[in-house]
């Protein structure tokens, strides 16, 4: 099994790490993706 990781997914990670330093959160906001990146950008 291969597992892969999307750009979306990889900035949302490090957003998410910058702004909340939490595991739980990173990992969510790492499924959610490019979701989570525009919302960041937009209510940043």
Known sequence: MKITIG??????????WGANHSILWLLIHMFCGWFY???????K
Not at 8 to 16: D, E, K, R, T, V
């Open 37 to 43: 990146v525009v919302y960041y950008i937009i209510f």
């Open 7 to 16: 750009i979306g997914s990889f900035i949302a990670a490090l957003l998410s």
